[in-house]
């Protein structure tokens, strides 16, 4: 049985929250959609932006505004930006291992290549793969099964490392023992979306056992 590596982007490889937060203030408030961080929290993070503008915008085009706001995104985002402590290391190890990696995002795809040059991992991962390509998107278990396939891995042998509700409930009904970030959210809140442990970075000591029992699975 194959073991892989199953990243989801925002929050989990780039802490971008900050940048999507500042980009949807600025867009939405001269519209009189007032955000803070626990509005943020319950209608946009984690969710599909065709979503977020269907219902924070209604009547308009939710295509004109998602691209409107990737856009800014990404001019905001520029031509470099540190990940998540510890992301090289976790990937050194992958490698080492032979187990491939992909990334598993329900950004849209300029995105989500623009954030793996910006980080400077772009060639790191085997393959991308975008929720709105798949059959469905997060929360689906769509695209983390489209990653595994990809990768030739098992649910059973593989982890997945997600921040997001949507993402959390994706790569759990996956199959996957999901490994969650306290990016956006704390402890308590993801362990009761199903994630098995969660980290503050890739040096986080609580992922250690979790990278052994894939060793001794893998061996």
């Not at 949807?24 to 007032?34: A, N, S, T, Y």
């Not at 706001?69 to 290391?89: D, F, M, N, S, V």
């Not at 291992?97 to 990334?103: D, I, L, N, S, T």
Request: aromatic letters at 6%; glycine letters at 8%; one cysteine or more.
């Amino acid at each position: 049985m194959k073991t892989a590596l199953l990243f989801d982007l925002d929050g989990t490889l780039i802490d971008s929250d900050k940048i999507h937060y500042e980009v949807f203030v600025d867009l939405l408030e001269p519209r009189g959609v007032k955000i803070d961080a626990e509005f943020y929290r319950a209608h946009i993070h984690g969710k599909l932006n065709h979503d977020i503008f269907s219902e924070l915008c209604p009547g308009e085009d939710p295509d004109w505004w998602d691209k409107h706001k990737e856009a800014e995104y990404r001019r905001r985002l520029g031509p470099a930006y540190p990940p998540i402590a510890g992301t090289t290391e976790i990937l050194d190890l992958a490698d080492a291992m032979g187990w491939p990696k992909a990334v598993v995002t329900n950004a849209p795809r300029d995105n989500g290549e623009a954030v793996l040059e910006a980080l400077g991992l772009a060639q790191r991962f085997d393959t991308l793969v975008i929720g709105a390509e798949c059959a469905r998107a997060k929360p689906d278990p769509a695209p983390y099964a489209e990653g595994l396939r990809r990768l030739g891995a098992t649910a059973e042998t593989s982890l997945a490392f997600e921040d997001s509700p949507s993402g959390i409930r994706s790569a759990v009904a996956a199959g996957l023992k999901t490994i969650g970030l306290r990016t956006m959210l704390d402890d308590a809140e993801l362990h009761a979306l199903g994630c098995a442990a969660t980290i503050a970075d890739y040096r986080d000591p609580a992922l250690a056992d979790h990278i052994e029992q894939l060793k001794r699975m893998a061996a």
